[in-house]
């Protein structure tokens, strides 16, 4: 069965079959399974270093009968709560109180999905370890024999790639040692070579299909033709991407070895930056590009020639064009978002420099190997850590932990889809049906919205409207439509039903959505009622905050009598309590309520620092927004930080995320420092 599982699946799979097992034998609380699948929808004792996302899962797990006082004891012991928390393997802590010696161990699972989930994997491993065996989170390596001597020449073995993945040394020695390697041939699928490929078949030949996303026409026909062929015929290897290798042949060119053998090196390990950077998602790249070994190998082979030409008609290495091209014309031109485009010229900077030709990354352990064979640089590579260090990527440890919470997300949503979608009657004492859940929460939804005024922009009396009808189709008086059914799943799993969504673009789980959109509301309510703007500006409650900073430009070039497009944006960040802001600023806005994701605040010195152990985001102080005529040119103590609107940096239902550049201070470090680290502001948050 693990042959067919992406990696990704293997502890999702494992799990899934341990759950079962321990809920057959009666061993598995289905009231707390639920919560660790779902989570929370209340007020937070410990704001500075707990998320209300956080306190909401606790203030759900109070309501189990098992976990009864837990929101008391974090006002009993807020430091013991906040050292356990702070802690790099917190599963292994000691949890404050008599938490320790009364919870089991999914009970414990919850607490850390409750205020870490960055840690789940590393619970639920611990969990089938200890329940089902180290097998289970050990996946057998594939065993290439085996795979072969299971199949016949009329069941063909296809593998399915990911980057970087080639079994081609595998399947030779493996030919090898069956005494078929006379009769074993790679061929690469492309114009001219399916007769080639037919007659190999034919003759009863090993067959290794490579690149047949190229040649998709004649797929049928193969099919076909193994249909027909002998059972005791060839057998068929198919592989479905192309791998990228750099051969003997290609690194022993130009007339410089040495020099040639260490920049081929370099942009290999480049390369796998780039690839492997998007682990770090939106701290990683704003848009996640499709690129294939295919593509990038076309990439690769192009930037060889372009280094052995220079290299063997230049005395100095010409770094500049190298740049340009490498940069410009065979990466550049796959990489279309701005920003992202930035990194990559950023990144190209720090790997084709004098510099790079000995030390690739300010850890010690990532540098260019002495010369050598290629086997060389081979051993080199193997002896790298398995696991690489955000620093290497010039990203701070805080991105891993963003990262393996992405993770757990993906993990729950994969299992909620997989748990039943029916209820059985409900007993006497037995937990509340998933109706009564459902009508539960919605109830509470209704109340906060029924507090809104109505006259709004937003249309909140459609949202109630469509909590009555859902309330009605519960019980049975309306028929359960596509869109009911969707809303009360989505209730359910505490998520924003799609039809609200429509509202505003928002990543927030449901209970944060449902405040969220109570303090838009209320800002704009305040505002109708005083009829004066307000003198603070929450720009991230504007369904389109550009709208508004256009306004704001348009309205001061009228009171100077200017053009409006002589005018641009001064940012100044303010260095005391909004407390002490009393009055609306002469030109411009202030604007509170912006976060930085990839770094911290200095308020001191006013600039940017490095974030806190933990710190996924940071509150920056509220930034006088200033319109000025002919704005000077950026200085280079200056980061221009991109301001998004909410935590997908690419966008999403069809419009941009991208708002605004601010420029802020760079602090100790270049402003290269804070591009790799992925630093921006953000004006909505997903918790």
Known sequence: MCRGLFEVHKLLFSFQICAKIQEAAGKLNMDEYSFFLRGGLMDNPCTSWLADSSWDNITELDKLPNFHGIMASFEQYPQEWNLWFTSTEPEHATLPGVWENKCNELQKMLIVRSLRPDRVSFCITSFIVNNLGSRFVEPPVLNMKAVVEESTSRTPLIFVLSPGVDPTGALLHLA????????FHALSLGQGQAPIAKSMIEEGHWVFLANCHLSLSWMPDLDKLVEHVHPRGSTLIVITLPSVLVTEAQ???CSKPVFYRKLVFSLCFFHSILLERKKFLQLGWNIVYVCNDHLLGVALQVSENLLSQYLDNYEEIPWDALKYLIAGVNYGGHVTDDWDRRLLTTYISDYFCDAAINQLSSLSSYYIPHDGPQSSYKEYINMLPP????GVFGQHPNADIASQIAETRMLFDTLLSLQPRVTSPTAVGARPSREDQVRARQNSIRGGLGLLSENTQLDIRSKISSLVELERGIKGLVVMSPNLEETFNCIYDARVPPLWEKAYPSQKPLAAWTRDLCQRVDQFARWAETARPPVLFWLSGFTFPNGFLTAVLQSCARQHNISVDTLSWEFIVSTVDDSNLLDPPKDGVYVRGLYLEGAGWDQKNSCLVEAKPMQMVCPIPTIHFRPVEHRKKMAKS????????????SGGAGRASFVIAVELKTGAVTADHWIKR??????SLDN
Do not use: I
């Open 176 to 183: 090898e040692a069956s005494g078929m390697s006379k009769h």
């Open 251 to 253: 690194f022993n060119r």
């Open 387 to 390: 696991t690489e260090h955000p």
């Open 638 to 649: 200056m980061y221009l930080c991109p301001c998004y609107y909410f935590p997908v940096r």
């Open 678 to 683: 992925g630093t921006a502001l953000l004006m």
